[in-house]
C-alpha cells in the first residue's frame, strides 16, 4: 500500500461524508409553526372530547383529503388526517368489540362515551384548526366536523 495515497483518501472520505450529511439535513429545518400545529400547541396532545353528532344542528363532516401542493411542508398537512384516521380506526374497534360482547351497538351517545370511550380509556389526538370528533349514533361511527356551528 502507497502511504502517500492514504491521507488523500481520508480527506476525499470525510468530504464525501461531510457532503452526504449536508444533503441530507438541508432538507431537515423546521417546517413553519402555522403549518406544524406548533403555534396552537396540539402535536402530541390527547384528550376525550367527544361531542354527539346532530346533522339537523348545520354540522358538516369534514374533508379531510390531503391536499397537494409545492409548499414542501405539505406532507406536515397530513397530520389532521392520520390522527383523525387513526382514532376513528381505535373506536371503530372498539365498537365492534362492544357489539361482540353485546349483541348490539351503544343505544345512544351516553352509552357510548361511558361503555367505548371512558371504559376504554381512549384518548383522541387534539385534532388542528377548529375541527372536532364527534359520535355518530346513528351510523355508529365517530366523524370530525369543521368549524363550530353557527347560532342562528
Do not use: W
Amino acid at each position: 500500500m502507497d502511504l502517500t495515497q492514504t491521507p488523500i483518501n481520508l480527506v476525499r472520505q470525510s468530504v464525501l461524508s461531510l457532503a452526504i450529511c449536508c444533503i441530507l439535513l438541508g432538507g431537515c429545518a423546521d417546517p413553519p409553526a402555522s403549518e406544524t400545529g406548533a403555534k396552537t400547541g396540539i402535536i402530541g396532545k390527547k384528550n376525550q372530547d367527544i361531542g354527539e353528532f346532530k346533522p339537523e344542528d348545520g354540522e358538516k363532516i369534514a374533508d379531510l383529503q390531503v391536499k397537494t401542493s409545492a409548499n414542501p411542508y405539505a406532507s406536515v398537512g397530513a397530520y389532521g388526517f392520520a390522527v383523525a384516521e387513526i382514532s376513528k380506526q381505535a373506536v371503530t374497534r372498539a365498537l365492534q368489540l362492544f357489539k361482540a360482547e353485546h349483541g348490539r351497538m351503544p343505544k345512544d351517545y351516553d352509552e357510548f362515551m361511558s361503555q367505548i370511550i371512558k371504559r376504554n380509556n381512549i384518548q383522541l389526538p387534539v385534532l388542528p384548526g377548529k375541527r372536532r370528533y364527534q359520535y355518530d349514533p346513528v351510523k355508529y361511527e365517530l366523524v370530525v366536523v369543521e368549524a363550530e356551528k353557527t347560532d342562528k
